[in-house]
């Protein structure tokens, strides 16, 4: 079976590997461009990229998928199969018909729960205990084709979206090559979405990441978790920006919305009269470090509010 791969970020180097590893002959793979990164916004490959050309996979960077050139190229490719692992493009339907047993995709939420580009950070801004992996293959809709497997994980109450991307990215491979195998063996079945139960999850923004301390501890506490990787939830401190990547829930204090109500723990009250501790914290101007350092350089008054 012919495979051509197409991803981009760390997500989906797992799966790509997991292909290797398994030596699943791969024609290629499918790529984002270099962007740059960086102070010197210098080109970088992405994670996929690399590792393909670890292992000697043609690699294939078009701009768009929507021209002849990028279709003549997948057709020349002979795929049977095309695997799709956030690889950030939408496929035109020639390219979804173009292999005999279709594109399969890799996504990582429990459909129809979740489509969209951000399932794993709207998971934990949305308070879920549970989440996970399904493959399905594809369709001209966003993320609405036929389910195929499932895998479930249960989220941490302090986890934070980063780690639970790591642990659904492995898990997402484990997956993947149970999907592989039915397929090979005739025996996968699959399974239409609900609509009625679809819910969406929109990209991120910068615009969301600033601390509403009025709302619930649980509120408060799972926008930091959600946001840790990217924008940041963050808020301020005499005027300058604080950035939040870790968090928890304390019951026994209380206080005002955004009131520091301990200085040796960075402990702050919110709108439900619990608190959030900051666990994890970058003040502008200065470098990421628990909430501990911090507070042994910094020091913040108790009655203080966080704006």
Same mark, same amino acid.
Do not use: W
């Given at each position: 079976m012919n495979i051509v791969f197409m991803g981009t970020p760390d997500f989906a180097v797992p799966c790509l590997q997991a292909l290797i590893d398994k030596k699943y002959?791969?024609?290629?793979? =499918?790529?984002?461009?270099?962007?740059?990164?960086?102070?010197? @916004? *210098?080109?970088?490959?992405?994670?996929?990229?690399?590792?393909?050309?670890?292992?000697? #996979?043609?690699? =294939?960077? !078009?701009?768009?998928?929507? /021209?002849? +050139?990028? =279709?003549? #190229?997948?057709?020349?490719?002979? %795929?049977?199969?095309?695997?799709?692992?956030?690889?950030?493009?939408?496929?035109?339907?020639? #390219?979804?018909?173009?292999?005999?047993?279709?594109? #399969? /995709?890799?996504?990582?939420?429990?459909? %129809?729960? @979740?489509?969209g580009a951000g399932p794993v950070q709207w998971s934990v801004l949305n308070g879920e205990?549970?989440?996970?992996?399904?493959t399905m293959f594809m369709a001209e809709g966003i993320d609405t084709g036929d389910?195929?497997? *499932?895998?479930?994980?249960?989220?941490?109450? /302090? +986890?934070?979206?980063?780690?639970?991307?790591?642990?659904l990215s492995v898990l997402g491979a484990n997956i993947l090559?149970?999907?592989?195998?039915?397929? +090979?063996?005739?025996?996968l079945k699959k399974q239409s979405q609900d609509d009625n139960c679809a819910t969406y999850? !929109?990209?991120?923004?910068?615009?969301?990441?600033?601390?509403d301390f009025t709302k619930p501890a649980q509120q408060v506490h799972n926008l930091i978790r959600g946001l840790s990787s990217w924008p940041c939830a963050h808020s301020f401190l005499e005027s300058k920006q604080l950035k939040v990547y870790k968090s928890q829930i304390i019951d026994n204090y209380h206080g005002k919305p955004g009131e520091i109500l301990d200085n040796k723990r960075f402990i702050v009250g919110t709108g439900d009269g619990k608190a959030v501790e900051l666990l994890e914290v970058q003040l502008q101007g200065s470098k990421r470090m628990n909430s501990k350092d911090f507070l042994h350089g910094k020091k913040i008054e108790i009655g203080s509010l966080l704006k």
């Open positions: 002959p791969i024609a290629g793979v =499918f790529t984002q461009p270099d962007k740059p990164k960086g102070r010197g @916004y *210098k080109l970088t490959p992405p994670p996929v990229k690399e590792l393909a050309l670890t292992h000697d #996979i043609p690699v =294939f960077q !078009p701009k768009s998928l929507k /021209n002849v +050139e990028a =279709f003549d #190229i997948l057709k020349s490719l002979q %795929p049977d199969l095309i695997i799709v692992v956030a690889y950030g493009k939408i496929l035109p339907l020639p #390219i979804l018909e173009l292999p005999s047993h279709g594109c #399969i /995709n890799v996504h990582a939420s429990l459909l %129809p729960k @979740y489509r205990t549970t989440t996970g992996v399904t389910m195929l497997l *499932k895998g479930e994980l249960a989220i941490g109450e /302090n +986890e934070t979206a980063s780690e639970l991307h790591d642990r090559l149970k999907t592989l195998v039915e397929l +090979e063996k005739g025996t999850a !929109p990209m991120l923004s910068k615009e969301m990441s600033l601390i």
